[in-house]
């Protein structure tokens, strides 16, 4: 993964001409397809320049943590618009709503992975090499369970766990994919993160690990919008609000908005996301929320 | 998962309300019916040090062997201030063990803040011992080339984050009784300006800053959850400043780099400022507030 990194971390102008170059030299040859470059020069449209893709251009997302609740929304909405779901899930095998989802939208590939397994993410990675990814979406969470973080009684084992899933599993992954961004058209990495990260906005103590996690979370995803601004891609969190899933269940329904509307509005905030507002944190109502 | 689950809020089950009406009603609160020092409400908002002697104040800091614990050593000592100063190696640590040899009032103790158990220990030792300023000092940066995106090191962000995040909190959990009986009851944490979502401004250092961003927020939890015990915490940050931490081929390159000396009385001069009234603040080291 270092070496496409490498390959692709330069300006794509350099691309087109190195490729021109390496065309003409069996030793070029051999230095970019060990280097990962093949992929890349085998593409007609220019990632740089989002106007060579075809008119009829078909956007792909990778979904994490696509088995139920706002991941399973994200694909079937994607899916309804017609773009290419690759949708993840921990256990396919028992993801049943997805599978009925996938049954009825040809356009929705269900992948195994557990986030916290990076040499899967890695593995995965390799089989879709040849897969420009649009929007690759972190979605999957874990809260820790409330009682498991209160002061005087905290469980140190969960707080790795909550790190592992909320905070370096999308970094991981963003790693991962980071080729398949670059060489899309839209170049899109979008962080379900949470209010609760906000620091600004807390105003009750509980869920140290959660909110930590995000906050960290949080950081980490500006950073990364720093590093990619002059590559042409977009990062951002989104935030779901309160919304009526398991995550949820200790919530009263009143207090929930309707799963359907959480993620229309996210992917409208998703949608309006570009490099001028990289690094941004989107209330689901498309204010920004203070870090 | 359970979020709002109030009974479980054993130290803290303040109603949700506008945080700065909450914590602006926190000093009247706190001076009247909870019975504390008086000292935490004074107009000017300074907290002043009790007298020394039997009130002596007493400072626990971590990482104290060098750096900017050190200096907190030295200058909280010449404050007359009995010192709890830990450090992993208490052998190797020359300078401080030469601050405590001409001043017994320095306790030198050894201390790893990634062992809790150790950490446990050192408070059931003591146990009666009111601690007035905690002051988790001890942080890792990770190492510049760890936390490059595309060759991120995974492992070292855990190093990082149970140094830099977990250990502070652990520590005010295991002497959270200890300052409660203090008199000045404070919980101080140094941070670091990198770690300000809203400030930085150039991609590096993932997951020192990441870690720093979670200190912040367990820390502005804290806040709110012990200030009616009267309890006070805090965020500090040094600025850039010449230590260890920071490699001597980098710190040609930063303009306007400190001494340790230098920092450490400007944090010490914010951690003096500290009151239930600004509870939960990030302090700069020049005294302006950090944005998250």
Redesign the interface.
Known sequence: ??SS??SV?VRPQLVAIAAGLLALSLTGAAFSAAHGGAALMKQFPDPADPASFAADYVPTVLITGSNRGIGFEFARQYAERGWNVIATARKPEQADALKALAAEHPNITIEQLDVTD?DRVDALAKQYVDTPIDLLLHNAGI?????NQ?????Q?DV??QV?EVN??AP??I??AF?PHVIASRDKKIVTVSSSE????K???????FY??????????M???A??LKRKGVSVAMVNPGPTDTD?????PKKMLRPTPDAVSDMMRNIDGLTVETTGSFYQYDGTII?? | ?????DE?????D?P????RE?VAGIGMLMAGAMGVSKAAATESGVTPLPAPAESMTTVLITGANRGLGLEFARQYAERGCRIIATCRNPDDATDLNAIAAGNPNVHVEKLDVLE?SAIDGLAAKYANMPIDILLNNAGIGGGIQNQI????E?EV??DV?AVN??GP??M??AF?DHVKASALKKMITVSSSQ????S???????WY??????????M???A???ARRGIIVGLVTPGATATDFIDPRFRKAIPNIREPEVAAADMIRNIDRFTLENTGSFFNYDGEII??
């Open positions: 993964m270092r990194f490498y971390a990076f809260g820790g369970g409330g009682d209160f002061f005087l009684d905290m140190w707080w790795r790190l905070t370096l970094m991981k963003s790693e980071y990260g906000s620091i600004t807390a105003m009750q103590p509980r869920l140290y909110r930590s996690s995000k906050a960290a979370l949080n950081m980490a500006k950073n990364l720093l590093q995550f949820m269940a200790g919530l203070p870090w | 998962m359970k979020i709002f689950d479980h809020f054993r130290d803290g303040e949700e309300t506008g945080r909450f809790h995106f595309g060759r991120l995974y962000f855990y984050i995040a977990v909190i652990k005010c959990e959270r770690g300000s979502i809203a930085v401004s150039m991609p590096m250092l993932y800053r990441s870690s720093k961003s979670a200190v912040n927020m367990m502005t939890n804290l709110l959850q012990v944005p998250w």
